[in-house]
């Protein structure tokens, strides 16, 4: 299918303008963060002297170091459990088509439904009940549990696309139910694995709620969750709080750009594959 003139430029100019409109809130946060501490700038415009040391005001301000280490604790101990048991749940579901793999489905999916708002007070009062609130393993085992539904989503779209042929002929060969996911299922699917956890990667760098409702102690939060407790003390410094924030978000659209490639491929191998 052949593409109009007017198609073309009329989606180039769409493209671009979701691009200022995406990039330009990043822009005025930055250029805020260089004004001077306690002031309130006006418009979007270059400070006549930049004040690079705000970003060193706001990691001492907010012991970023601290959070940074509990951070990574978080995501190292969030995302390969999490990765581990929904690619197996999704073998399971999508190749193996074990008895009940639709009502299984249908559970997942269900779970995507569910709000954060509505499980917060209940998981608070679990927590408390189990002895772990205000710890980091009370935002570890939620996140691991609330990713679950789309990630197994996620890699059942996956393996439900992957030919039967394949775990026929290595079933022939004598390989094992463990062999067929290790050995050959789990190298083939490397792109969206990746992908998933890039994904909840982020998503767990920057969980702000649950950091903030079942974790009183700073020093266990998340970096966003953290910085509510920033903007707690400086809300009216402008600046520090922007300056913050983009120390907050750095990190993330680091690994969006290193990844970039890969998060694109699992997404047109999913629509390919479709």
Not at 14 to 40: E, K, N, Q, R
Not at 66 to 78: C, E
Not at 83 to 88: A, G, H, N, R
Not at 198 to 215: C, D, H, P
Request: glycine share 6%.
């Amino acid at each position: 299918m052949k593409i109009s003139r007017g198609e073309y430029y009329s989606g180039r100019i769409f493209l671009l303008l979701m691009m200022i409109i995406t990039v330009l809130p990043f822009i005025s946060i930055f250029t805020t963060a260089l004004y001077p501490s306690g002031t309130i700038p006006d418009g979007l415009s270059w400070p006549a002297n930049p004040h690079w040391e705000n970003f060193i005001t706001a990691f001492k301000v907010a012991n970023m170091s601290t959070l940074l280490a509990s951070s990574t604790f978080i995501v190292l101990a969030v995302v390969p459990i999490s990765l581990l048991i929904s690619t197996m749940a999704a073998f399971a579901i999508g190749q193996l088509r074990i008895p009940g793999s639709r009502f299984l489905l249908f559970l997942f999916v269900f779970g995507l439904t569910l709000p954060m708002g509505g499980i917060i007070v209940p998981l608070y009062y679990l927590e408390r009940q189990m002895g772990i609130y205000n710890t980091r393993l009370a935002i570890v085992l939620p996140l691991i549990g609330l990713y679950m539904p789309f990630a197994v989503y996620w890699m059942r779209t996956h393996f439900i696309n992957m030919p039967t042929e394949i775990s026929e002929a290595a079933r022939v060969d004598g390989a094992s139910t463990w062999d067929l996911f290790w050995r050959i299922h789990l190298p083939l699917a490397q792109a969206p694995i990746t992908s998933l956890g890039i994904l909840m990667s982020v998503w767990t760098w920057n969980q702000f709620l649950l950091a903030l409702v079942l974790v009183e102690d700073p020093s266990h939060r998340t970096m966003a969750g953290a910085l509510g407790a920033f903007q707690g003390h400086y809300a009216t410094d402008v600046p520090l709080l922007c300056a913050g924030t983009i120390m907050i978000l750095v990190p993330t659209l680091i690994i969006f750009v290193i990844f970039q490639r890969q998060i694109i491929s699992a997404m047109l191998q999913g629509s390919i594959k479709g």
